[in-house]
């Protein structure tokens, strides 16, 4: 009976194609059944009356031109469905293509980072003559690959999480100053490292955002991290600015970097997606598709613009 009253339930069947009930066939095959009896059933009525054959010719071309149209509206829906049908198996084409990408590029990662720290130990294990220097950087290397391993498993665990609708979110009140100076000492080595000059401006008198602080914490890590990566090697300059607009407090990071391609605009916050740059193998195509669905599924937003000299994340976050 179940089944019954769901098959004869169009605008449900609708729902479930994602159309308007004027471009879902189902629905319009319907329409049209009780459009095509009232014309049979007019056509008869006026019969009645009017039995001259000049009047009959009219009623049925004018029923045959009312029911043409009907037929063309049912065809242009059923090609919208063709269409988004298509779109959509592109689209999943397209992901499993990145996904695909993805894999070959974190075995290749999990793969050379083994064989760095493998070698290291190798050298570390029978290293008798060698200087305390030389001992020092080969245990800076495999702590930074193991680091990186660490950090791509990290990464692969969220996205899992995040897709699979499992990430517990648990919202509370939380300072903007010390998460942005939290974030930016997880980034203090890569700072460090390319010498990056960070200006941070938020006001005393920003409101207290209400959201999930470690995650908030990750989110501007790898905000900040991208900014640090991608700003001018000759000046580099990276700055966290703050205001309040409404119920939302907004965080904007900004490098002084070269801008996003034209072309890659459009596929920033893409899982799996991984610029066409020169830094391609260096990325998994993850990061920023994670602060961006830690922002959404924190009641926040996240957008970009890129021009000139400057690239700037900006996040609009729930307050108190």
Known sequence: MKKFL?????????????????????????????????????????????????????????????LMVIMHVVVQAFEQVVIARRAELAHAKEVLLLRDQFV????????????????????????TGGTQGETSEVVKQMRKKNEDLLKLAHNILLVTRIDGETLPIAPREVPIQSVVTD?????????????????????????????????????????IGNAVAHSDPSSPLVSVTGTRLGKEVIIAIENNGPAIPPENLEHVFEQYWRSSGPDRSEGTGLPLYIAHELARLMGGRMWF?????????????PRV
């Open 183 to 223: 974030a930016i000492a997880d980034q203090r080595e890569a700072i460090t490292e390319k010498n990056v000059r960070v200006v941070v401006d938020l006001p005393e008198n920003l409101p207290i955002l209400f959201v999930d602080p470690s995650h908030t914490r990750e989110m501007f890590g790898i905000l």
């Open 305 to 317: 613009s890129s021009a000139l000299d400057s690239t700037n994340f900006t996040v609009a976050l």
């Open 104 to 127: 070959y590029v974190a075995i290749h990662d999990l793969r050379s980072g083994g064989t760095a720290i493998k070698w290291g130990l190798k050298l570390l294990e029978g290293s």
């Open 6 to 66: 769901a098959n004869i339930n169009v605008f449900q069947q609708c729902r479930d194609l994602n159309v308007a009930p004027f471009s879902c066939p189902r629905f319009l095959f319907v329409l049209m059944g009780f459009i095509i009896i009232i014309a049979i059933l007019a056509t008869y009525f006026v019969g009645q009356y009017f039995v001259t054959p000049d009047m009959v010719i009219t009623l049925v071309t004018i029923l045959t031109m009312v």
